[in-house]
């Protein structure tokens, strides 16, 4: 079996810092908030085990990668843009790309920008749906009326930040256990929350760790943030105006690569989109799979390593 090796690339102006292992067809694999290349530890062994060159990323604000100052620095186009840069300096012309969370979001961007490039997608937990013709602050005001909705709350600059950094265990631990199938309905993540409340006051935290996440691998994140603070992977959010601004080419735009999608059943995603999920066939005409997985939460590929390795590979390999 290869081993996991560490490298750096210059892609799109920055120096990015990645992980790879195996040899084959490139797999590139981006993560979500608030993450790392480290939630792929399950999947990149495996993958490269079944024949593929496997990388995983930090990507733009993450982890040893570089944090570009400018909030605008981190709209959709850039990111996406890192991916493909990567892929380039990988010495690399195709790719399959499978993303969890915003990493999702990334993939179906260079899925939709760049199908020369990217053969086939996979995406976790956050389910393709094409650019609204309504502007995602309209939509927010929408949501949010008497409550604080989280993706709102994390605009203001400096904000959300100072609290998560606070106390980075327990903010790691809180977001991902609440996020998590283990949650109770009434532990689950604060998507829409009071507004006389700071969010990580509404985070539940848990009195023993969930089963899928170690105390090894709780460390790793809390390290990661501690050094690359939270500032980066937030500004991601606050791009989500510009993002819209600049891709009205994509207005109504299906995935015509063969695509992928799971996610748990007890995934807040999904209730925040349920349209989204029903749609998918028809925005992604090109689906293979959808699949839910039942009990498990948003952190899928942690917490249902071999469902997900499966189903990747499965997909992989008819590709």
């Not at 490269?48 to 400018?70: C, H, I, L, N, S």
């Not at 939709?112 to 389910?127: A, E, K, Q, Y």
């Not at 689950?188 to 089963?211: C, N, V």
Request: with cysteine.
């Amino acid at each position: 079996m290869s081993e996991l090796k560490h490298g750096f690339a210059h892609s799109n102006g920055i120096k990015m810092h990645y992980v790879e292992q195996g040899a084959g067809p490139l797999v590139m694999l981006c993560h979500g908030w608030p993450e790392s290349w480290y939630s792929w530890r399950h999947q990149i062994a495996a993958l490269a085990d079944a024949g593929f060159r496997v990388v995983a990323p930090d990507q733009r604000g993450y982890g040893q990668t570089e944090k570009p100052e400018p909030i605008e620095a981190y709209n959709i186009l850039n990111l996406a843009g890192d991916i493909v840069g990567l892929v380039n300096a990988l010495g690399e012309e195709r790719a399959v790309i499978v993303g969890h969370d915003w990493g999702a979001m990334v993939a179906w961007h260079c899925a939709l920008m760049r199908t020369d490039m990217f053969r086939g997608l996979g995406l976790l937990s956050v389910p393709y749906s094409p650019r609204s013709p309504v502007r995602p602050a309209v939509v927010f005001k929408m949501i949010t009326k008497d409550k604080n909705f989280y993706q709102e709350y994390f605009q203001e600059p400096g904000k959300v930040e100072k609290e998560l950094e606070e106390d980075i265990r327990k903010s790691m631990l809180g977001i991902l256990y609440s996020a998590s199938g283990d949650a109770p309905p009434e532990e689950r993540f604060p998507f829409l929350f009071d507004k006389s409340k700071r969010l990580i006051d509404s985070i539940a935290i848990p009195a023993t760790m969930p089963p899928w996440l170690t105390e090894q691998d709780l460390n790793f994140f809390v390290n990661e943030f501690r050094q690359a603070g939270f500032r980066g992977g937030i500004n991601w959010y606050r791009n989500f105006d510009r993002d819209w601004e600049l891709t009205p080419f994509l207005d109504g735009a299906k995935i015509i690569r063969p695509t992928v999608f799971a996610a748990g059943d007890r995934d807040i995603v999904i209730e925040m989109v349920p349209d989204a999920y029903k749609n998918l066939e028809l925005n992604a005409p090109n689906l293979k799979k959808k699949y839910l997985i039942p009990a498990a939460g948003h952190w899928i590929q942690q917490e249902r390593p071999a469902e997900i390795n499966q189903l990747l590979i499965e997909f992989l390999k008819e590709l």
